[in-house]
């Protein structure tokens, strides 16, 4: 989890993202095998907060409509 909170807040580049992306999924995979019920609870939260402002805006936009 700890691995998870360090990793850095992507800048609104592609590439950038994409690592960020890679990161999280790295770490999520690891505490699935780990601690499955443990930390799901707060995995999106700890996400969502490292994403820019406009990419959380268009993801509760995105959310709103389904």
Do not use: W
């Not at 790295?26 to 999106?44: A, F, I, K, M, P």
Request: aromatic content about 6%; charged content about 25%.
């Amino acid at each position: 989890m700890q691995a998870l909170l360090q990793v850095p807040t992507p800048r609104d580049k592609v590439h950038s993202l994409r690592n960020f992306y890679d990161k999280i999924e790295t770490n999520v995979r690891s505490l699935e095998c780990q601690h499955q019920d443990t930390y799901c609870g707060l995995l999106v939260p700890v996400v969502l907060d490292k994403l820019p402002a406009d990419i959380r805006r268009n993801l509760a936009h995105e959310l709103a409509f389904m």
